[in-house]
């Protein structure tokens, strides 16, 4: 007897408004897309599309003499950001195919090129769908599946075919940037050594019916061993509900069969199985949105399951049928985490809202060589602030919390003024890293503008002649910060390079402060300095730096404002009066 096969679980994912959820809404006859919140799918949902549909809806199959085994598909509709695209089982993704959707006209995206580093990273087979190619100016649609798509191309007016090639040949480029050789599916020879592009349209159906027998015709030659059904229920939580007397959870069933008073067990953060028995299960219906109760539910599926007491689980992670043996289900739970939740000893603080989220912000933190030294699911708290505390003294380029998907707890809310944490959160993953990156750059040029101050100081004060409070002993007198920071101890020099003397006290409002910015106006006290004599008929006084000096900050000039380049040059014209080698 031949062991029976399971829906492949394919995920259709790509950037925002690319066409998902529509290409999505075609095979199944539906219009959810409108019904979204703006247009864009807001958390993850299946559909259980059966064989029957697939054989009605793609005539093409009973055409081409494609005899159909697979029971049909579980389609898996993404948000547009990556780590959606990341769900995860023990040994890879979760997918076991996947529909990149590219809008032709606006092709890769930073989303799609998330995606694509995703599906790289988890070895997902994948098909491109080339949609919208209906936007094309001049486009001539035709849905006679007589005719065909490759006809249909090939038959556009000149203008037309020559636009569409530019544009699929764009996308094919920058395909092998990343690796992947593509061409059009009617190209290609060897399904294994290219991947396929089906150009196509979710609005007016053209190429649809391509995408489906591709799909088809790819999960039957490719994944047979893939999808035999073993015995033991495997799958991943998608989503917690939390209600007044129990909980339920959205979970995708990958493997095996599961039933109504079945114990199983899910993993907690760090690996431990939490056992529980699920008191009812209901299973999503074909082509639609509702659950219907059930005795037993085979994979592949989505799945509905109320426990029969609270727990605390988490998005994303994974579940499998208990038979008793905890230390076994330990195991494979804590062998599978440390698989998916890899740091180092050093490096910043990174939290997500599910497992796959987190998994995927770290492949992509990884990719853009910043370190990790904690990770976790859930909102930021006061622990992740006591890491990153630690860090401060350690790098400050790692006291850093990213949150990704997630908010800060109201009682870590406090924390978040006075300290040099920086706390960066962000919905879209790419928008995240590119925030870091921004700060972690911005965060070296001041670390290394402080080393270059912390040997010399560059600033120019002009004498306010209006604000003289004591003459000598010391002098003290007004003066405004006309570039440069002013501090105590620092040297002063005038326009003939005479030495003045050295700053003890800087005032503000008759307060004594550490450092004085670009545009205030403090006053200063200078011992050993006769004003009258020495600083009456002067206007400006220069921090006096050596040769040395002048060279580091001219190697560092990068790090230096335009005021500070300014008075940099001011310093070496008064040093050159006397010497006109000085500083080169």
């Known amino acids: 007897m031949t062991q029976k096969i399971r829906q492949p679980i394919v ?21 959810l897309q409108e019904s979204e919140a703006g247009g864009i799918t807001q958390k993850i949902s299946f559909t259980l599309y059966p064989k ?6 793609c005539s093409l199959i009973a055409k081409k003499g494609i005899k159909l085994e697979i029971p049909g598909f579980l389609f898996i509709d993404t948000p547009g950001h990556a780590a959606f695209t990341n769900l995860r089982k023990r040994g890879g993704s979760l997918a076991d195919l996947a529909i990149l959707v590219i809008d032709i006209n606006e092709g890769i995206k930073p989303q799609t090129a998330e995606v694509i580093q995703i599906l790289k990273f988890n070895k997902t087979p994948f098909l491109i769908a080339l949609n919208k190619i209906d936007n094309i100016s001049g486009w001539r649609t ?4 007589n005719i065909g798509l490759q006809k249909n191309i090939e038959s556009q007016p000149l203008n037309v075919k020559s636009l569409f090639d530019e544009r699929y040949m764009t996308i094919e480029g920058s395909l092998s940037n990343y690796g992947f050789d593509s061409d059009l599916f009617y190209n290609i020879e060897d399904f294994t050594k290219k991947i396929a592009m ?9 190429g649809i019916q391509e995408l489906m027998m591709m799909l088809c015709g790819l999960s039957q030659k490719y994944l047979a061993e893939r999808l035999k059904l073993g015995k033991e229920a495997k799958g991943v939580v998608l989503e917690v509900k939390k209600e007044k007397s129990n909980d339920y959870a959205e979970a995708i069933l990958y493997d095996g069969e599961i039933g109504k008073n079945d114990e199983i067990a899910v993993a907690n953060i760090e690996g431990n199985p939490i056992i529980t028995k699920i008191r009812s299960i209901e299973e999503i219906q074909p082509l639609s949105t509702k659950f219907k109760a059930k005795e037993n539910v085979t994979a592949a599926t989505g799945i509905r399951m109320q426990f029969s007491e609270k727990m605390d689980i988490l998005p994303g992670m994974p579940f499998l049928s208990y038979t008793g043996d905890k230390e076994k289900v330990k195991e494979i739970f804590r062998k599978e985490l440390t698989e998916t939740i890899k740091t180092q000893n050093k490096g910043i603080i990174a939290k997500a809202d599910s497992l796959g989220s987190l998994e995927a912000l770290l492949v992509l933190l990884k990719q853009s060589n910043i370190p990790v030294l904690k990770a976790g699911i859930g909102n930021i708290n006061k622990a992740d602030f006591s890491s990153a505390k630690a860090n401060l003294e350690i790098d ?4 850093i919390i990213l949150g990704f998907n997630v908010s800060v707890n109201e009682d870590a809310k406090e924390l978040l003024t006075g300290t040099k944490i920086k706390v960066i959160t962000e919905e879209v993953v790419y928008r995240l890293i590119e925030k870091l990156e921004e700060f972690r750059l911005e965060k070296k040029k001041e670390i290394e503008k402080l080393k270059l101050m912390e040997l010399a100081t560059l600033c120019k004060l002009n004498i306010l002649h209006q604000y003289v409070f004591r003459a000598t002993k010391p ?12 501090n105590p101890n620092t040297t002063f020099i005038d326009e003939e390079e005479s030495k003045i003397g050295r700053v003890k006290n800087i005032q503000s409002d008759k307060t004594s402060i550490s450092e004085a910015t670009e ?35 001219k190697k560092n000039r990068d790090l230096l404002s335009s005021g500070e380049m300014k008075i940099l040059g001011e310093i070496a014209e008064i040093k050159r009066k006397k010497n006109p080698e000085w500083g080169m």
């Open 198 to 206: 089906i150009p196509c349209s979710a609005r007016t159906g053209e």
């Open 142 to 145: 035709n849905k006679d599946s």
């Open 396 to 399: 400050e380029l790692d006291a």
């Open 52 to 57: 029957e549909q697939i054989e009605k809806a």
């Open 519 to 553: 545009g205030m106006e403090v006053a200063i006290s200078i011992p050993g300095v006769n004003f009258e004599k020495e600083l009456k008929d002067r206007k400006f006084l220069y921090s006096d730096i050596g040769e040395k000096q002048f060279r580091n900050f």
């Open 11 to 31: 995920t259709i994912c790509g950037h925002v408004d690319h066409g998902k959820t529509s290409i999505l809404d075609y095979f199944r006859g539906s219009s």
């Open 475 to 486: 002098a003290i007198f007004g003066v405004r910060v006309e570039a440069g920071k002013l």
